[in-house]
């Protein structure tokens, strides 16, 4: 799991750096996003996942899911629920600060959203997939049918598809700003993943 984590962590670091220096694009980001943009009655899917893919709602669902854990006496998935919500509030917005990429120009793509703040890593993607990965550790950790267990994983792929395509067809973050959200989020979860499911194994 170390091993994973520090690749990851590298992978992470090295596209930042790729961003921070150049400040273009990357090679594909334009025709990527182009594609993207054309797709067909996508526009309201889009806005969908947009609206409820935001950090502050992701911490707030997730604050929400980690007091019921600890009612619940499911205490050690709700610490790690929030540790992995701490360490997403502080470190987003440093990434975002200390890279410093702007937004896709209106001159290249076709805005469709708003926006407050630079553009990479997308915060969409980097929140939404902290919470819907924890959310499939403590499923996995839970006493749940297999199914359920099955069914959340499948639904943080599915977000992580049209959470990704949304942002880009909205106009608002570059393909690479949402692989970068991706690898930052891996970076939180993994290690606290790692405490829930350690303990799904000590217990079988």
């Given amino acids: 799991m170390s091993a994973a984590w520090a690749a990851v962590l590298g992978l992470a670091l090295a596209l930042s750096a790729a961003v921070a220096l150049d400040g273009e694009p990357l090679p594909a980001d334009l025709r990527l996003t182009r594609w993207t943009q054309d797709l067909p009655a996508f526009h309201s899917i889009a806005r969908a996942f947009r609206w ?3 950090t502050e709602g992701v911490l707030i669902v997730g604050g929400l ?4 854990l600890w009612l619940t006496r ?4 709700a610490a790690a629920l929030v540790a992995a919500l701490v360490a997403l509030r502080i470190m987003q917005p440093a990434i975002k600060n200390i890279v410093g990429r702007e937004r896709p120009s209106t001159d290249l793509v076709d805005r469709r959203g708003g926006f ?3 553009s990479f890593p997308s915060g969409h993607m980097m929140s939404s997939f902290v919470l ?3 959310f499939v550790a403590i499923a996995w950790r839970l006493p749940l049918p297999r199914g359920a267990q099955v069914a959340a994983t499948a639904g943080l792929a599915l977000v992580v598809v049209f959470n990704g395509t949304s942002s880009v067809y909205m106009g608002v973050h570059w393909p690479s700003d949402i692989v970068g959200g991706v690898l930052w989020a891996l970076v939180i979860v993994i290690p606290a993943a790692a405490v829930v499911l350690a303990r799904t194994r000590t217990h079988d």
């Fill in 52 to 54: 409820g893919t935001g």
């Fill in 65 to 68: 899911v980690a007091i019921t």
């Fill in 74 to 77: 499911w205490r050690l998935e």
């Fill in 116 to 118: 407050s703040s630079e």
């Fill in 132 to 134: 819907c990965a924890m």
